[in-house]
């Protein structure tokens, strides 16, 4: 049986803020992978200009963003099991990490510059 779609039950507004955390997670620069636990602690969060901001090789709408900025939003991560406080920021646990949000191609948009 495959598996159910959002088991979790996030809103829109989480499953985007997942996303991004996921994206920042293959960033080494801003990530950095505990081996102990496997959780990747994500030590800063993107700044916005005007009405997007790059993340990676992609462009993302400030608007899709509004979680990161989000308390309510990270504690629900945190409750759910997907993310965890951590001395150097919020870490993406192995869940949060394979957590299929379905938003990758519509929030994550190519760049190139």
């Not at 620069?29 to 790059?54: Q, Y």
């Not at 990270?74 to 870490?91: H, N, Q, S």
């Amino acid at each position: 049986m495959p598996p159910k779609a959002n088991p979790k039950k996030l809103n829109t507004l989480q499953l985007k803020t997942l996303t991004l955390i996921q994206e920042l997670a293959q960033d080494p620069s801003v990530a950095t992978k505990d081996p102990a636990t496997g959780n990747i602690t994500i030590g800063r969060l993107p700044h916005p200009h005007g009405n997007h901001f790059h993340l990676g090789r992609y462009v993302v709408m400030k608007a899709d963003a509004n979680g990161l900025e989000n308390q309510g939003v990270w504690m629900a991560l945190i409750r759910k099991g997907l993310v965890v406080p951590g001395e150097g920021g919020m870490a993406l646990t192995p869940e949060g990490q394979a957590y299929e949000t379905g938003l990758r191609e519509a929030i994550l948009h190519g760049s190139d510059h």
